[in-house]
DNA sequence: TATAGAATTGGGAGCGCTCCCAACCACCAA
DNA sequence: TTGGTGGTTGGGAGCGCTCCCAATTCTATA
């Protein structure tokens, strides 16, 4: 069996309760006990037991990680994994296990409601995607604190991390715009997505700023995946664009194919500009310009919120929006 | 706060001992004591705490997913997308929470240490995918129950859940054999993989039991993904086969969008068949003949062996070998 | 040198559960 | 009536930790 506090107590000739103070980094032991304890942890590699701790504290240093979707949209997305992985990264500096609740739609709603109230997480993450009216309200009902990354369309005073997504629109066009485009085209999110919304109408904006017809030919909606933006950008074509502002990078690497498809050069007959940053547009060919979103970073970010939300339950609500950036690359 | 087991004790006017025994399902309970507290529960919506009942029993009823994600392709790869679905799937059938490890590269080994160490989870389940030396030691060295889904290369003696894939190439090749297709090549995955190697092992075994030749120009190695799967079969063609077997469905995908490329047709000019049977490849046109695995299974396999295996802490070792099954399509 | 006050240390109580043994109750056979 | 039996039920002990207060030691000052 493992060791104990006790032991570690015995083994020092200190008292468990100069143990636990060491252990929890807690002020009012003497330097020659606090060296002496901690020699003897890390001897025995001792780690104290979660279970016992969680049962006295009353919490169990554990967050959920919630995502009302398929697992297979968690995998296939790259902005997921990088996300997941911010996550994963601030919950072991912090000390915190990270919990994976993957709820499928509809039917598991219920055993979401379940968990929630089992005690087995302090608070919890999740992701703004395809929230309804349901599933924000069984969050809410749970009275754990949680904390969105994205935004949600209409409840305003949430805990969130979310990027400022008008502003990575409108540097996105503005830089097109910088280089002497003139028929500008975009490919967009889904229009009842808060970030699918956002990016449009940076996109207008910005046309508009800089004395642009908008023109609703070079406007088409996408969902963000590449298959939309090939087809999207095949449409896009026959109104001849010089270039093309995709809401994604997913859909600009589609679209970069359908372009290529069309045996157009980019970006001399056309350029393109993706959203996001994923490390596979610096691969594509021409590497991919676009707006970098600090994915990793948010994720990270959401669990330092949720920590603070937790240290603060009388209601304080955090809203972080981050600013994104432009990076050149070749493709505009 | 939440409702302790001597709260429902008291209103319903029997122990915290037999409140226990209806909440685990135990026997010795009259079948009126059983139905008064079983109604008091759901009224009030109780749920044992987690922490004092793993205090109490010494297990914590968590498992953990440890994915070393050195290879950015555990990502991609929608193989992984099922298996953590079974996975999840099995942990909530158990009651068991499922906590997620993304480990990074090198650097981050001592921390998965940390965590095996830290009584956070009774075991844990992990993909055989690019284990390297130090790595299996450490998974040893942690004195945790594990299971491994896919085979390790030369630890033998591990509990594991995987995939007949001899069986599988060899049903793949004989299906191609059967159809009277006689230049059969194929794209095999990693030969430093398990699964690789087996798959190349079943082709060659069939093509020698039917009396066909061997043929080195006919045998390309890919890595599983839809990439390697196109630039292999671009190859391949130059030497005329009339099949392609590809040891992975991203392969034989991407091998088909070489042979269109060739304005050949499938299965007509060419065969292809696939191995794994992911839910895109009946989508494929023409739908892609391939091998079943019954990947979401073997998740759930995984957990219910891990499940025994911390049941058996005396060392008797599971391993299950998942018969595969062909499913005849229109791309052969 | 005495003593207040600060710094340090020790140990009881309790978190909410499970496990185990003892107590209780009916019922039946002797 | 008594004793034995099996089905139920109750409650003490203990899991390993934190929290709190009391005890002890040290330090600085009069």
Chains 1, 2 share one sequence.
Request: hydrophobic residues 40%; proline residues 5%; negative net charge.
């Amino acid at each position: 069996m493992a060791h104990t506090l006790e032991d570690i107590a015995e083994k020092s000739g200190y008292s468990r309760s100069t143990v636990s103070r060491v252990i929890n980094g807690e002020p009012g032991v003497s330097k020659k006990a606090r060296q002496q304890i901690t020699k003897i942890i890390k001897e025995l590699n001792f780690h104290p037991n979660q279970a016992a701790r969680a049962l006295a504290t009353g919490k169990i240093n554990t967050i959920g990680l919630l995502i009302p979707e398929t697992v297979n949209f968690i995998f296939t997305d790259p902005y997921f994994q990088l996300l997941a992985q911010g996550i994963s990264k601030a919950c072991e500096n912090n000390d915190y296990a990270l919990l994976l609740w993957l709820t499928e739609p509809e039917i598991e709603r219920s055993s979401i409601k379940k968990y929630l109230n089992h005690g087995i997480v302090d608070g919890f993450i999740t992701a703004s995607i395809n929230f309804d009216e349901p599933m924000i309200d069984t969050l809410l009902q749970s009275n754990l604190p949680f904390v969105i990354i994205g935004r949600h369309a209409y409840e305003f005073d949430l805990n969130y991390v979310d990027l400022d997504n008008l502003a990575g629109a409108e540097l996105a066009t503005q830089h097109l715009v910088d280089r002497g485009y003139k028929r500008i085209a975009t490919i967009t999110g889904p229009q009842d997505m808060f970030a699918g919304e956002e990016r449009l109408t940076g996109y207008c904006n910005v046309l508009h700023a800089n004395g642009l017809v908008i023109e609703e030919n070079l406007i088409i909606e996408g969902d963000f995946l590449q298959e939309s933006g090939y087809t999207c950008a095949k449409k896009l074509l026959a109104f001849k664009p010089d270039a093309i502002f995709a809401a994604s990078d997913m859909m600009a690497i589609g679209a970069m194919n359908a372009i290529r498809e069309a045996e157009l050069h980019i970006p001399e007959d056309i350029a393109v500009i993706g959203f996001d940053n994923l490390p596979l547009t610096a691969q594509q060919k021409p590497p991919l310009t676009t707006i970098h979103q600090p994915i990793h970073q948010m994720g990270y970010l959401a669990v330092e919120t949720l920590l603070k939300v937790m240290d603060n339950p009388d209601g304080e609500v955090f809203q972080t929006i981050i600013r994104p950036s432009l990076v050149t690359r070749q493709s505009t």
